[in-house]
């Protein structure tokens, strides 16, 4: 015998692909919302300082020449942040002027896109999963939080960017509060979930008793 489906059976499949989709693309876009912007943020914090040290200490010029005296003194200082594993400092064409790493300096990395963007004068931060040679030997985290910060003064105009490489600290954190944002998402589509059947339950309950009261009156008048 073929097996058909009742409507509340039916129903009740129906809700739950559409409470699951719900649940899926919710937690998706809440997800990476709430990683671009903790990624974001720290960038934003990272570059304030980065600015303003460079801004009190530096000038214009520091940057054609890439002279030794305070140019060196304030990236090494940079380069002493909590968390940070690698600063390379670029001039305008692309060239590495500065870098906590010393064989880095010199060469030149004009093709790579996040570089361009903040030459253009845009912040730029993510999460490198190429890292530098530099940073490929053991016990350094497979996934470093990379950061671009265009570096300009009064004029406005774009002078050098400042490349750093982060401890994943930030990534455990963002990974912590999306499982916490993920929790959240399935137990209110769980709620949502038995809310529903609750609800049809009541009215299929409802409809069952209006059935059954009408046949028995119907029985009645038939025997009358």
Known sequence: MRFRPTLIQKYTLVSALCVLALVLGLGTLISRHLRERML????????EFVRAQVRE?????????????????VFREIAK???????????????????????LIGQRFQGKRDLQ??????????VADDKPEQLKGPGVPS???????????ESGTVVGVL?????????????????VTWGFVVLGGGLLYVSLLWLVGRVWASHVASEKSLTERNRELTLA
């Not at 000038?59 to 003194?73: E, I, N, Q, R």
């Not at 690698?86 to 790493?101: H, M, P, Q």
């Not at 490349?163 to 499982?179: C, D, G, H, M, W």
Request: no cysteine; glycine share 8%; net charge negative.
């Open 117 to 126: 963007e903040a030459l253009a004068g845009r912040l730029v931060t993510g």
């Open 163 to 179: 490349e750093a490489y982060k401890a994943p600290v930030l990534l455990a954190e963002i990974r912590q509060a999306i499982l």
């Open 57 to 73: 200490h530096l000038g214009p010029a520091d940057f054609a020449t890439g002279a030794p005296g305070p140019f060196v003194d």
């Open 81 to 103: 942040i909590p968390e940070v594993l690698l600063v390379n400092v670029f001039d305008r064409t692309g060239t590495v002027i500065w870098s906590s790493e010393a064989s």
């Open 143 to 153: 996934r470093l939080v990379e950061l671009y910060v265009p570096l300009s003064f």
């Open 40 to 47: 974001e943020r720290d960038g934003q914090l990272t570059a």
